[in-house]
T-cell receptor, first 115, second 111 residues
């Protein structure tokens, strides 16, 4: 298996621009997570999906952030408009399991820089 | 939500010395996971502990889950430069199946 695939690996954009991050989870996994990692706040859970349905988006910082999962093999995290404080590494992770806590498989991340 | 406190935040050791990181919670945990993130990399799952008092080993790494299921530790014997990275614990409690990550302990190994 290719693992969790994220794109792009790096994104540099100007304040006010729209940013879209993409994720392909491991085939067969029914949970998908979006995390943000910064030095100040560590690994923050933004949102997670189960069977393509958003379950908990309480970690999404503001209305500027939105996430979708149109099918089992694709998810996007969109920031519109972007701000410098959104600069971070964004990880997508997937897991399999509905009755126990399962290991998370992380993608390589997208390093976002907003200038 | 539930929080897990991880200490220390950083640890510098000389190659060959031992290293331990601790994860503590005020609530009883259903299980705990440990991850390693190399510099510039992504978190990689190491192990999961479920049972009270459980101890698991992976070569030079020893993982423990407390008797009360409120704390856990990761111990590395005779560190090597390849052990450099940040070690995270992630724990779930109550009816949640979603783990909450600690802030991590960054291990720096000096040759």
């Amino acid at each position: 298996d290719a693992g969790v695939i994220q794109s792009p690996r790096h994104e540099v954009t100007e304040m006010g621009q729209e940013v879209t991050l993409r994720c392909k989870p491991i085939s067969g996994h029914d949970y998908l997570f979006w995390y943000r990692q910064t030095m100040m706040r560590g690994l923050e859970l933004l949102i997670y999906f189960n069977n393509n349905v958003p379950i908990d988006d309480s970690g999404m910082p503001e209305d500027r952030f939105s996430a979708k999962m149109p099918n089992a093999s694709f998810s996007t995290l969109k920031i519109q408009p972007s701000e410098p404080r959104d600069s971070a590494v964004y990880f997508c992770a997937s897991s399999f399991g509905t009755s126990t806590v399962s290991p998370l498989h992380f993608g390589n991340g997208t390093r976002l820089t907003v200038t | 939500g539930q929080q897990v406190m991880q200490i220390p935040q950083y640890q510098h050791v000389q190659e060959g010395e031992d290293f331990t990181t601790y994860c503590n919670s005020s609530t009883t945990l259903s299980n705990i996971q440990w991850y390693k993130q190399r510099p510039g990399g992504h978190p990689v799952f190491l192990i999961q502990l479920v049972k009270s008092g459980e101890v698991k080993k992976q070569k030079r790494l020893t993982f423990q889950f407390g008797e009360a299921k409120k704390n856990s530790s990761l111990h590395i014997t005779a560190t090597q430069t390849t052990d450099v990275g940040t070690y995270f614990c992630a724990a779930a409690s109550g009816g949640s199946y979603i783990p909450t990550f600690g802030r991590g302990t960054s291990l720096i190994v000096h040759p």
